[in-house]
C-alpha cells in the first residue's frame, strides 16, 4: 500500500507560479520503482493528465502544460513536484498525484489539493 499526500496549492493570481509537492509512503514501497503522474479536475468537467514522469525521468505532458508546468521527482525524499508558472484561470481544479508501481500494476492516488487562478 501506498500514500500519497499532495500539498502546496492555493489562490494566485493570473500570471503567478505555485509548487505543488507529492510525499509518497508506504511500508513495502520503493519509490524508484514507480511511475508519478499529476492529473486535474475542474468543476463539472472530467479528470484530466497533466503530466507524468516515469522511474527513468523521461515525462510527458498534456499540451496545456507544455512550457508552463515543469515536472520532477526527488528519489532520496520520495517526493514529486509540479513547478507551475504562468497560470491561467483556465488551470482552477484540484490537482491529484498518481503512482503506479511497476512491479505489480497497482494504482495509487492521493486526495488532492485545490488551486485556484483568480483572472
Known amino acids: 500500500q501506498v500514500q500519497l499526500v499532495e500539498s502546496g496549492g492555493g489562490l494566485v493570481q493570473a500570471g503567478g507560479s505555485l509548487r505543488l509537492s507529492c510525499v509518497a509512503s508506504?511500508?513495502?514501497?520503493?519509490?524508484?520503482?514507480?511511475?508519478f503522474g499529476w492529473y486535474r479536475q475542474a468543476p463539472g468537467k472530467q479528470r484530466e493528465m497533466v503530466a507524468i514522469?516515469?522511474?527513468?525521468?523521461?515525462?510527458n505532458y498534456a499540451d496545456s502544460a507544455k512550457g508552463r508546468f515543469t515536472i520532477s521527482r526527488d528519489n532520496a525524499k520520495n517526493t514529486v513536484y509540479l513547478q507551475m508558472n504562468s497560470l491561467k484561470h483556465e488551470d482552477t481544479a484540484v490537482y491529484y498525484c498518481n503512482a503506479n508501481s511497476l512491479s505489480d500494476g497497482a494504482g495509487y492516488w492521493g486526495k488532492g489539493t485545490l488551486v485556484t487562478v483568480s483572472s
Open positions: 508506504g511500508s513495502i514501497f520503493r519509490f524508484n520503482a514507480m511511475n
Open positions: 514522469i516515469r522511474n527513468g525521468d523521461s515525462t
